[in-house]
């Protein structure tokens, strides 16, 4: 689905993606761990095209999407849900959930994604019409999910969703990520400090450290390797 090769972004001198290499298959969820600062949300960015590369290539079901800018990346059937929901919060819930799909050409395809969205999160439907201001930490992590799932994408990028949750609410949302991948396929690539958490619905773990990968191995060995723990994870 995904194939990332030695990818580098820069920020003036700070090299924050530093010739990473990466591949995620179709319906797998990896986890990208690290750090503050070891550049998982540039990553996120650079993929979904919000960012140029220095160097290097990204490809999408073989497609090289490089260069794409973001509004072409979506149209690919790429989502990010960005660090902290990106939700806007003068906008009803309704609204902000049909922004994902403004694109989408259809308006029956689009009342149909939102409705497949109030299924899988109740507590968005029972408050469509309310200003998005008025929802709880976890219902705006909800309704960024939503909106992103709008665009009915193959491939969801997500950037720390468990930021500032508590964690029955973190469990909850990886409970729906992971149900999701079961139910449509969806592949996805998981941005956590949450280690633990992010490893626990994900097939492998990614250990990013300066911009490099310092490690790769399957979720599972992760969890449970405790000189891998300790020595790439902290914990
Ligand atoms: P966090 O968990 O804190 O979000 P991260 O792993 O997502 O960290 P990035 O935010 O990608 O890491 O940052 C990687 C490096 O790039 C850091 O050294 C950071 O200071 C630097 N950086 C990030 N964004 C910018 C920017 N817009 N301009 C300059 N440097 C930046």
């Known amino acids: ?66 260069r794409s800018p973001a509004e072409l990346t979506v149209r ?16 009803t ?17 689009r009342a149909h994604a939102l409705r497949e969205v109030c299924e899988l999160f109740p507590p968005l439907e029972q408050r469509l019409s309310r200003p998005a201001s008025t929802l709880s930490g976890g219902e705006r992590q909800m309704l960024a999910i939503g909106r992103a799932l709008m665009s009915r994408p193959r491939l969801l990028l997500l950037d720390e969703p468990s930021l500032g949750l508590a964690p029955m609410i973190t469990a909850r949302i990886m409970q729906v990520l992971r149900d999701l991948r079961a ?24 250990v990013l ?10 979720a599972e060995a992760l969890l449970t390797d405790e000189a891998l723990r300790h020595a790439y994870l902290g914990f």
Do not use: C, F, H
Request: charged share 20%.
């Open 93 to 109: 819930v309704a609204e902000n959930l049909r922004l994902g799909a403004l694109w989408r050409g259809d308006r029956a395809d």
């Open 209 to 218: 450290s300066l911009g490099q990968v310092v490690m790769t191995a399957p």
């Open 76 to 91: 690919g059937g790429l989502a990010l849900v960005p660090e902290g929901g990106g939700v806007i919060t003068e906008l």
């Open 1 to 66: 689905m995904l194939e990332i090769e030695d990818l580098t972004t820069t920020y003036g001198p700070v090299r924050a993606v530093d010739g990473v290499n990466l591949t995620v298959a179709p319906g797998a969820i990896t986890a990208v761990l690290g750090a503050n600062g070891a550049g998982k949300t540039t990553l996120l960015r650079t993929v979904s095209g919000l960012v140029r590369p220095r160097s290097g290539r990204i490809r999408m079901q073989g497609k090289d999407i490089t």
């Open 183 to 206: 139910s449509t396929g969806l592949t996805v690539l998981l941005v956590e400090q949450n280690a633990r958490s992010a490893l626990s619905i994900a097939d492998d773990g990614v």
